[in-house]
Nanobody, 125 residues
Framework: QVQLVESGGGLVQAGGSLRLSCACS????????MGWFRQAPGKEREFVAT????????YYADSVKGRFTISRDNAKNTLYLQMNSLKPEDTAVYYC??????????????????WGQGTQVTVSS
């Protein structure tokens, strides 16, 4: 079983920064990738960024490229999302997700097998 717990969300002014964390426990050692998604009110959950464990490749949504950075700390078994230059349109619940094996569309929620409970990020203008 895998457990993912996000933290680090909050209220920040436009232009500010936040760092989200996703603590992982359980059988995560053999997973292929981990990523971040977000869901704004009334909208579908959308891809933000993903990190492949083996190759160390990162992928970002165009809307966050250059502003957000995904990273991991192996010793702490934790995934991070550093968010800079935040905009009001970044307001959403942010979820971390784990993709167990290679395959599927990494930009789609369907490729991921486990999800955290989410953490709210609110950016005021």
């Amino acid at each position: 079983q895998v457990q993912l717990v996000e933290s680090g969300g909050g209220l920040v002014q436009a232009g500010g920064s936040l760092r989200l964390s996703c603590a992982c426990s359980g059988r995560t050692f053999s997973s292929y990738a981990m990523g971040w998604f977000r869901q704004a009110p009334g909208k579908e959950r959308e891809f933000v960024a993903t990190f492949t464990w083996r190759e160390g490749f990162t992928y970002y949504a165009d809307s966050v490229k250059g502003r957000f950075t995904i990273s991991r700390d192996n010793a702490k078994n934790t995934l991070y999302l550093q968010m800079n230059s935040l905009k009001p349109e970044d307001t959403a619940v942010y979820y971390c997700a784990l993709q167990r094996t290679y395959g599927g569309n990494r930009y789609s929620v369907t490729a991921y097998d486990y999800w955290g409970q989410g953490t709210q990020v609110t950016v005021s203008s």
